[in-house]
């Protein structure tokens, strides 16, 4: 492969950062649910990346593993959205501030 | 005997301890207690007034350490007493004169409730008048000057629910202060240049060691204390007011004693003065001006306890006048005599106190001879020694003064001091004939004081009259100019413009006058003396007011103290509230913003891990790098 | 310049973009719709560094189905409505721009520091890691090697799937607790 694996890493790391910037800057819980399956997708984007360089398929193996159980964890999340959305009538999650001190 | 002369201080002490703690149990008796305690004292003083005669007139100086008192460095102060002519004469007066007017004062004090504590304060302050008189040292007779002003100040305020008494005793005490605190300086140099408080080593060290420069200094110094304490002009403006306090004090503490402290310290320091020379014209000048100002205020008084008042600080205006002129034991010989005829004054007026149920103002007194005709002999002796008629005390005393201004070339001097011993024997006559001759004014009938009242007046009387021919004919053989000399040197005569003869001849002659022009103003009927202020009034109020000081001082004393009175308020409230209440203020402000942290937006906390994480990976990173 | 790095350098730009503007969007469905974008570019990352398998399941699993149900979520619940633009909390958005390009930075400082810009794979991965093509190289690994976490990751689902199941069930059943919720089921019924 004639592109440095760095490049990978890079770009997930771009990735990444454009997740976390996600999760803070906007106030819907849907929007920043995807944010957080931005980020997840950058790490296994560098994972795999990582796997390639050490010449061995573990990377890819736990890249497999992260998917499956952010599938599990989409679904749970999404009920709670559901859940608290129809009880709030408000995707914000500006409006969930019953935690506060 | 001599060794045991602290017990003349100790035996009023333990007077003042036990009326002190069982005052209100003991009553009456607390009085007779006390007065005891004092005639002991008094005849301890004989007895060491014996003991120091018998040897001779060099030896007299007999010095008893009690133990030491301060001893830090080069510093060191004992506790001692030293007898010699000037302090055994002192103590003798405060004893004496001392236990004459505590019996007196148990008739007068009778019906008071809180007899037993008047009493303690009153032997408290004559415990602290022997310490400073016997005191041998600088420090220690500090002591006993700040006790004898606590001491006024207490009896003073006796009567403390009265106002005009409270803030009596309050004038005195922050007037008398000032001086003190010159005095506290002038003890400190005297340290700083001698290394020494004693005494002994003091005058010994003066004439040698101490540059003019610095014995003015503290010769100026101490005479502060010494204008306060004695009530000369500039801070003499407590006496009158300190009339407030009861007859007794008045008689023993105002006229008797304490306020003839100051001319004693004057003559202890004498040395010092001596080297200084100007101080001890400082001295003769306040004397003659405050011993003539005083004079016309005492006739402008219509309260009888205010004129004597007055007249009190005219008298040692001519004691520090004498000592002034360096005639110590002229000014000694006037400080035992008038504290036989001053107590004898106020203790009769006590007795017109008492008989006209606490009436003061002369204005409603008059014609009392028919009703207290002993009273009025008392008086009558005690006016006349004053004003200076043969051969009473007074006449020795004061002509003495007057005639050595004259034999020691002080010219202008003797013409002020003759012009005061005219006015003297004018403003004493005056309350003699305004009340208890001329008509009567007051439809109250007086009694006359009883019995045992009258004793020790009959006492002090027979002092008056025969204490000058005892203590002092001449002014160089004088039996008090003789003992005293090897404290304070002998007295040359010299020879002045007028020869002895004619000096007597006018001192007789203007008292006489003056009694007579008196007795034709006050007493006679033949002069409107009661539309004076009306027809006058602006002379008059100038001698009622005493010209006006204590307006003068309160103005002073009133701008710069509102002023800043003011300037702290602003600073109170501005600066130290501001800062106080500032500081409360931002950490309200500040704990708004705590909060903040837990709003409960969930994008706040995340921010908050994300902030964390950032810097912890800056931290690893550089450590990387 | 080889295949390989044509398709990094188009897909590349593409994967960034479609992120980017998936923040940027104000509607969900939209937003949700770049992001599928970029998961198929993040599969084409995988397809060229050797993961085929990863490749497939990543579209058919992140894109195929992750998606999808954000989509119905989406739709479902009706919050395709625009987001206000208006921030509440003050420094939020100034703040979160800022600590992420700095997380960016860090990341490629590490990156620089521990792997180097210049590294390259090496070239026998097919021969090493992938004999036998992808998927039974990974079947090998994952079925061995992995097998306990396989079996775990598998109850992990059952448990997803009834959680959900029971989250969903329970609106009905229980009281409203605070009055926006029982404004809320006022509203509904």
Same mark, same amino acid.
Not at chain 2, 77 to 100: C, K, N, Q, R
């Given at each position: ?101 | ?625 | ?21 998936? %923040?940027?969007?104000?509607?969900? @469905?939209?937003? =949700? &719709?770049? $992001?599928? #974008? ?6 084409? *990352? ?48 100034? %703040?979160?721009?800022?600590?992420? @390009?700095?997380? =960016? &930075?860090? $990341?490629? #400082? ?6 180097? *810009? ?48 029971? %989250? ?7 009281? =409203? ?13």
């Amino acid at each position: 492969m004639s592109t440095p694996i760095s490049y990978f890493l890079v770009v997930s790391a771009m990735l990444f950062s454009i997740g976390t910037i996600g999760v803070l800057v906007r106030k819907n819980a849907l929007i920043i649910f995807m944010s957080v399956e931005l980020q997840l997708n950058a790490v296994n984007l560098s994972l795999v990346a990582f796997s390639r360089m050490h010449n061995e398929l573990d990377g890819q193996v736990l890249a497999f593993f992260s998917m499956v159980v952010a599938a599990a964890e989409v679904v749970v999340g999404l009920a709670i959205i559901v859940t608290v959305y129809r009880r709030r009538r408000s995707a914000s999650v500006d409006d969930l501030t019953v935690l506060r001190g | 005997m001599l060794d045991l002369i602290w017990l003349v201080p100790a035996l009023p002490l333990a007077g003042a301890a036990v009326n002190l703690l069982l005052g209100r149990r003991l009553g009456k008796a607390a009085g007779r207690l006390a007065t005891a305690l004092v005639a002991l004292a008094f005849a301890v003083s004989v007895g060491a007034l014996l003991d120091l005669l018998a040897h001779g007139s060099e030896e007299r100086v007999h010095v008893t350490r009690l133990f030491d008192w301060i001893s830090a460095g080069s510093f060191s102060v004992d506790v001692a007493f030293l007898v010699d002519p000037l302090s055994i004469t002192m103590a003798l007066v405060v004893t004496g004169v001392g236990a004459l007017i505590h019996l007196y004062a148990i008739g007068y004090m009778d019906n008071d409730p809180r007899i037993g504590t008047f009493f303690a304060y009153l032997n408290l302050f004559v415990f602290f008048m022997l310490v400073l008189v016997l005191a041998d040292n600088y420090l220690l007779l500090f002591v006993g000057w700040e006790g004898v002003g606590l001491c006024s100040y207490l009896l003073i305020g006796f009567w403390y629910e009265r106002p005009t008494a409270a803030s009596a005793a309050t004038k005195a005490f922050v007037t008398t202060r000032i001086g003190d605190a010159g005095m506290l300086l002038g003890i400190v140099l005297i340290f700083v240049h001698v290394g020494s408080l004693d005494f002994g080593v003091v005058f010994d060290e003066a004439a040698g060691e101490l540059t003019q420069g610095a014995a003015t200094a503290i010769s100026l110094l101490l005479l502060a204390g010494a204008i306060g304490k004695s009530a000369q002009l500039p801070l003499h403006v407590w006496l009158p007011d300190a009339m407030e306090g009861p007859t007794p004090v008045s008689a023993l503490i105002h006229a008797a004693t304490m306020v003839t402290a100051g001319v004693y310290l004057v003559i202890r320091s004498h040395v010092l003065f001596e080297v200084s020379g100007t101080a001890l014209t400082v001295v003769l000048v306040i004397g003659l001006i405050s011993a003539l100002y005083a004079a016309l205020a005492s006739i402008g008084q219509f309260d009888i306890k205010r004129a004597l008042a007055y007249s009190t600080m005219s008298q040692i205006g001519f004691m520090f006048f004498a000592a002034g002129m360096g005639f110590y034991t002229g000014a000694m010989l006037l400080l035992v005599c008038h504290a036989f005829y001053k107590a004898l004054l106020f203790l009769t007026a006590g007795n017109v106190l008492h008989g006209l149920h606490d009436e003061t103002d002369m204005r409603r007194m008059g014609g009392l001879r028919a009703d207290m005709p002993v009273s009025t002999v008392w008086f009558a002796i005690g006016a006349l020694s004053l004003a200076g008629i043969p051969p009473l005390a007074g006449f020795f005393a004061k002509d003495h003064i007057v005639g050595f201004a004259s034999t020691s070339g002080r010219d202008l001097a003797w013409i002020l001091a003759t012009i005061g011993a005219f006015l003297s024997a004018l403003y004493i006559a005056r309350p003699l004939f305004l009340t208890f001759f001329g008509r009567r004014r007051n439809e109250e009938r007086a009694h006359e004081a009883p019995g045992p009242m009258q004793a020790p007046l009959a006492a002090l009387a027979l002092l008056t009259v025969v204490g000058g021919l005892v203590l002092g004919v001449t002014p160089e053989t004088g039996r008090l100019a003789v003992f005293l000399e090897p404290v304070v040197g002998a007295v040359e005569h010299g020879e002045g413009a007028l020869r002895d003869g004619a000096l007597i001849a006018i001192s007789v002659v203007v008292a006489v006058a003056a009694v007579i022009v008196a007795y034709w103003i006050w007493a006679s009927e033949r002069v409107n003396w009661q539309a004076f202020p009306e027809r006058q009034p602006e002379l008059a109020g100038w001698l009622a007011n005493a010209f006006y000081l204590n307006a003068l001082y309160a103005w002073l004393v009133q701008f710069p103290g509102k002023g800043l009175g003011r300037a702290l308020r602003v600073v109170d409230e501005r600066v130290i509230d501001g800062a106080v209440n500032g500081v409360a203020d931002e950490v309200e402000d500040a704990s708004h913003l705590a909060p903040a942290i837990q709003r409960g937006f969930v994008r706040t906390y995340a921010l908050a891990f994300l902030l964390g994480a950032v810097a912890l990976l800056l931290f690893l990173g550089l450590r990387i790098v | 310049m080889s295949a390989e790095e044509l398709v990094f350098w188009v897909f590349a730009p593409i994967s960034v973009g479609s992120a980017i503007a998936m %923040l940027l969007q104000r509607n969900a @469905v939209h937003a =949700a &719709l770049f $992001l599928v #974008v970029n998961f198929f570019t993040i599969s084409v *990352f995988y397809l060229v560094l050797g993961a085929s398998f990863l490749f497939a399941v990543q579209i058919i699993v992140y894109a195929g189905a992750i998606m999808v149900l954000f989509l119905f979520v989406i739709m479902l619940l009706g919050v395709d409505r625009e987001e206000s633009l208006l921030e509440r909390l003050r420094g939020q958005r100034v %703040l979160g721009v800022a600590l992420g @390009v700095g997380i =960016a &930075l860090e $990341l490629i #400082v590490a990156i620089r520091a521990g792997v180097g *810009f210049a590294t390259h794979a090496p070239a026998n991965f097919d021969e090493v890691a992938n004999r036998g093509g992808n998927a039974v190289a990974i079947s090998a690994v994952l079925f061995r090697r992995y097998f306990f976490p396989f079996e775990v990751t598998s109850i992990l689902l059952i448990v997803a799937a009834i959680a959900v199941v029971v %989250l969903a069930s329970r609106q009905g059943s229980i009281a =409203a607790s605070t009055p926006e919720d029982r404004a809320a089921d006022a509203e509904a019924a």
